[in-house]
């Protein structure tokens, strides 16, 4: 049944939070999900080439995930102001971000592409090739850079159609050109004997099948259609997305530039342990997706609520978050402290140095593991609702601000074991950080709930 502008503004300000967050939730999590599996499934099938192949993923994850910061600042840019003029009641200006969010990706994905084929090789050292690692990561490169414009609008169409409170639409996109991907990585790998491009084929190919399903998604249900005659490239939109994506960009920007040196702090005992480092990365974004696809549930309602000036909805499906996300964190730590080293097998059997170096840093962070539930939903509440300074903030600390810093300082004191603790040190501190935030933000909301 079609939804109007209408009956989803009473959804979203009137439905009993529990149960809506878990509708909007699900999809979300389960286009999370099936991402990461088939983030992971590059890893495992590659991992069957070689450890310097297996390497070669990690590395090129680092300029993945610049790509995606891209992506997710024009869409969490667009997205959070679309969600609150549709709070607001203003469908013009929502159509018009919508288009402008999109196009402007397009147009970026395509710069970024181009030169990022110009100058590959340096590129590939600059994100922490080794020479033994280099022509796989080439390899594997070169496609994921000619597949960079659909990849950045999949990002923005999959956020837009989020925060219009479409999660289901999002799923549908997202969740198709994953399951492609994971069946053309054998074939593609193995079958037509591609090796590692074959893996960045079965990528890209996926994401455009991704990026059109996405599409075809913003004319249906209600939602707001992608036209380019709403595309308006004026300072006051790009102002809202600059506002709005600012977090999302440093979150990921700054994960690439962690990423860069931990490959690079990796580089220097071998590439095994370059590999086991991805190898802990692709199991701990499994288990964190969950909780980001939960996040993304709460983000429309929060923007809805917010818009609409109901801070108290706002506040009640923030809780209901934080406790949901920890009890859930907190099973799946226990669970990956006891299987760490079967799980760490699994992507590189075989390998005694991957197993080693791998079983420990995910032990390691198995500890911090369940403070990633009052880091992320803090996070997104200040991003949604447009406190782009401190949500900005919060999302250096954890790959940036305290992250970056650990990777360079802590190797050089414990050696490995260093390196291996790096995250989970980074997350406490930034938890640290992320209390007093969070506590005068939701101070804030209740004086202005008082106003009103």
């Known amino acids: 049944m079609k939804m109007n502008t209408s009956d989803r503004f009473t959804r979203m300000t009137v439905?009993?939070?529990?149960?809506?967050?878990?509708?909007?939730?699900?999809?979300?999590?389960?286009?999370?999900?099936?991402?990461?599996?088939?983030?992971?499934?590059?890893?495992?099938?590659?991992?069957?080439?070689?450890?310097?192949?297996?390497?070669?993923?990690?590395?090129?994850?680092?300029?993945?995930?610049?790509i995606q910061a891209c992506g997710f600042f024009f869409g969490h840019g667009s997205g959070n102001y679309i969600s609150?003029?549709?709070?607001?009641?203003?469908?013009?200006?929502?159509?018009?971000?919508?288009?402008?969010?999109?196009?402007?990706?397009?147009?970026?994905?395509?710069?970024?592409?181009?030169?990022?084929?110009?100058?590959?090789?340096?590129?590939?050292?600059?994100?922490?090739?080794?020479?033994?690692?280099?022509?796989?990561?080439?390899?594997?490169?070169?496609?994921?850079l000619i597949g960079t414009p659909f990849m950045m609008a999949s990002l923005v169409l999959n956020n837009q159609l989020r925060f219009q409170g479409s999660a289901a639409y999002a799923m549908v996109g997202i969740a198709?050109?994953?399951?492609?991907?994971?069946?053309?990585?054998?074939?593609?790998?193995?079958?037509?004997?591609?090796?590692?491009?074959?893996?960045?084929?079965?990528?890209i190919f996926s994401q455009f099948v991704g990026f059109v399903l996405l599409l075809i998604g913003t004319s249906r249900g209600g939602n707001l259609?992608?036209?380019?005659?709403?595309f308006t490239p004026k300072p006051e939109y790009y102002r809202a997305i600059l506002n709005g994506g600012l977090p999302s960009l440093c979150r990921q920007g700054l994960n690439s530039?962690?990423?860069?040196c931990l490959n690079h702090g990796a580089g220097a005992y071998g590439d095994a342990a370059v590999a086991a480092m991805s190898i802990v990365t692709r199991i701990v974004m499994f288990?964190?997706?969950?909780?980001?696809?939960?996040?993304?549930?709460?983000?429309?309602?929060?923007?809805?609520?917010?818009?609409?000036?109901?801070?108290?909805?706002?506040?009640?499906?923030?809780?209901?978050?934080?406790?949901?996300?920890?009890?859930?964190?907190?099973?799946?730590s226990v669970l990956g402290f006891i299987f760490a080293p079967a799980l760490v097998a699994f992507f590189r059997k075989g390998d005694a140095d991957v197993l080693a170096v791998g079983s420990v840093a995910l032990r390691a962070q198995?500890?911090?593991?369940?403070?990633?539930a009052w880091i992320v939903m803090c996070n997104m509440e200040m991003q949604t609702i447009g406190k782009s300074v401190r949500a900005s903030f919060l999302a250096m600390a954890r790959q940036g601000l305290f992250f970056?810093?650990?990777?360079?300082?802590?190797?050089?004191?414990?050696?490995?074991?260093?390196?291996?603790?790096?995250?989970?040190?980074?997350?406490?501190?930034?938890?640290?950080?992320?209390?007093?935030?969070?506590?005068?933000?939701?101070?804030?909301?209740?004086?202005?709930?008082?106003?009103?």
């Open 257 to 260: 530039v962690g990423t860069i």
């Open 287 to 332: 288990a964190n997706s969950c909780v980001i696809g939960f996040g993304q549930g709460f983000q429309p309602v929060c923007g809805f609520n917010y818009g609409a000036g109901r801070y108290d909805r706002v506040k009640q499906a923030f809780w209901f978050c934080v406790k949901v996300a920890t009890l859930f964190l907190c099973a799946a």
């Open 15 to 66: 439905a009993p939070i529990p149960s809506l967050i878990c509708r909007l939730a699900v999809p979300t999590i389960i286009s999370m999900l099936v991402t990461s599996i088939y983030n992971m499934a590059d890893t495992y099938f590659v991992g069957r080439i070689s450890t310097s192949a297996s390497a070669a993923v990690g590395v090129v994850y680092s300029m993945m995930a610049l």
């Open 84 to 144: 609150r003029a549709l709070g607001a009641k203003d469908d013009e200006k929502a159509a018009r971000m919508a288009a402008t969010g999109f196009f402007s990706a397009l147009i970026m994905g395509a710069v970024l592409g181009t030169v990022g084929l110009l100058f590959i090789r340096p590129l590939a050292r600059l994100l922490g090739s080794t020479e033994t690692i280099l022509p796989y990561a080439v390899d594997y490169m070169r496609f994921i």
């Open 404 to 452: 970056v810093p650990a990777v360079l300082i802590l190797p050089r004191i414990f050696g490995l074991f260093g390196l291996e603790i790096s995250q989970a040190v980074a997350d406490a501190i930034t938890f640290a950080a992320a209390i007093p935030l969070q506590i005068g933000m939701l101070r804030e909301m209740d004086a202005a709930q008082g106003k009103t």
């Open 366 to 372: 198995c500890v911090t593991f369940p403070l990633s």
């Open 176 to 203: 198709s050109g994953a399951i492609l991907n994971i069946g053309l990585d054998p074939l593609l790998i193995f079958g037509l004997k591609l090796g590692i491009a074959g893996a960045a084929i079965a990528t």
């Open 225 to 230: 259609r992608v036209r380019f005659k709403n």
